[in-house]
C-alpha cells in the first residue's frame, strides 16, 4: 500500500466542522479558491475540508481562522470531538 495515499474517511467530528467551514466562508463572500489562496493552502483543501474529508492539522486551522476573521473557538463550534 502506498503510503503517501490518504485515505479519504469522513467522521461526525470532520462533516460537522466542514459545515460551519463553509457557513463562515459563504458568510463572507469568499470562494473556495480564495480562501484557499488568502490562507496559502492548496486549492483542493477547502473543498475536502467542507465535504468531511480532511482533517486539518492545528497550521491549517490558525490560518483558516485568522483569513476568517474569528478565534479558534468559533472556527470549530459545534464540531464534536472525535471518539
Do not use: C, W
Amino acid at each position: 500500500m502506498n503510503e503517501k495515499r490518504r485515505e479519504k474517511r469522513q467522521t461526525e467530528t470532520t462533516i460537522e466542522f466542514g459545515r460551519r467551514l463553509r457557513a463562515l466562508r459563504t458568510e463572507r463572500g469568499l470562494s473556495q479558491h480564495k480562501l484557499a489562496e488568502l490562507a496559502g493552502l492548496d486549492k483542493n483543501l477547502p473543498s475536502e475540508m467542507e465535504r468531511g474529508y480532511l482533517n486539518p492539522t492545528l497550521e491549517t486551522l490558525l490560518k483558516l481562522a485568522q483569513v476568517l476573521g474569528v478565534d479558534m473557538n468559533e472556527l470549530t463550534a459545534g464540531t464534536p470531538a472525535p471518539e
